[in-house]
């Protein structure tokens, strides 16, 4: 079982920034590492990975005078789950040696020895076909599309050793759904769907650049690089700028479907959320920047929300 860093540990190990949920207290202790690794005791990370999928579905039901799409929004809750436990898994065996320096994540089920790199690998396929059973189930044009992103999903565990630009890497995959909710719905892309999907794509780098501040230390010292640590002192000028462009972008694809006073209301709510992250931002303070980096699924909600009332609204 031991992947290599040390003995594997015993019995249930908290990561620091695990949420313990109801139900997670009721898995058996053999599970809590594989919950782990599918970051289900995180689910900030499926949520950030759902919420541009459904802002894609609610524009293209704005587009439609309709509201998003029940059983496609059920399709992409589900495939976030999977997709983002497969990719995270993925990502763990890519880094499980750089995660046993860094003090944030040496405690992974990988690199602390609880889960071995065959169990992680045959776990990934697992969720990979779930996912897979998902894509499957939109039309052609969006599995065609889905498959595609997947190139991006394996390039980013390692980007983070070549560039400073990770998280921008990490934007064109986890802000995917940008373009799937609007395919799943049309059969084809447009214009709004590319804007709403560049939208994620910011937002994505500028939540990620303060998820990224808690690390900076450490990452300095194992070379691991990030925005956060290139932006350094400019960091609250940094998230502003891809925020904004965020902002811009959704408030275009809004206008380009016809806008309407409840998306413009919800485009509104999503900036001042944006600036209040913008003005909270505390690079010392690694508890600070989890509580931002987390308040991203409010955001999102909210824009999503606006979108979809707009929507139903005919």
Request: contains cysteine; charged residues 10%; aromatic residues 10%.
């Amino acid at each position: 079982m031991s992947s290599g860093s040390g003995s594997p540990q015993s019995g249930p190990v908290d990561l620091p920034d695990s949420i313990r949920s109801r139900l997670l207290g009721f898995a058996p202790a053999s599970w809590l590492p594989f919950i782990q690794l599918a970051r289900l005791d995180r689910p900030i990370g499926w949520q950030l990975l759902l919420l541009p999928c459904w802002w894609s579905a609610a524009l293209a039901g704005m587009a439609n005078h309709s509201g998003p799409d029940p059983w496609h929004m059920t399709l992409f809750l589900i495939g976030a789950v999977a997709m983002r436990g497969a990719g995270s898994t993925y990502n763990d065996l890519v880094d499980r040696k750089i995660d046993a320096g860094v003090e944030r994540t040496r405690n992974r089920p990988l690199p602390s020895g609880r889960v071995s790199p065959r169990a992680a690998k045959v776990f990934m396929v697992a969720q990979s076909l779930v996912g897979a059973m998902v894509l499957f189930s939109l039309n052609w044009f969006s599995v065609g599309l889905g498959l595609a992103s997947l190139l991006i999903v394996a390039a980013y565990p390692f980007m983070k050793r070549i560039t400073s630009w990770p998280q921008a890497v990490l934007g064109l995959a986890f802000a995917y759904g940008g373009l799937m909710g609007w395919a799943a719905a049309m059969g084809a892309l447009a214009v709004p769907a590319v804007l709403i999907y560049g939208a994620a794509i910011a937002w994505t780098v500028a939540y990620d650049t303060i998820y990224a501040l808690q690390d900076a230390r450490d990452d300095a010292i194992v070379g691991v690089r990030s925005t956060a640590r290139l932006f350094g002192g400019r960091v609250r000028v940094g998230v502003a700028g891809f925020y904004g462009a965020a902002v811009l972008m959704a408030l275009a694809a809004v206008l380009l479907v016809g806008g309407g006073a409840l998306a413009l209301a919800g485009v509104l709510a999503f900036a001042l959320h944006l600036g209040w992250q913008v003005v909270m931002i505390d690079p010392a303070s690694t508890a600070r920047s989890l509580q931002l980096f987390r308040s991203n699924r409010d955001a999102g909600l909210i824009l999503f929300a606006g979108l979809s009332l707009q929507g139903l609204s005919g």
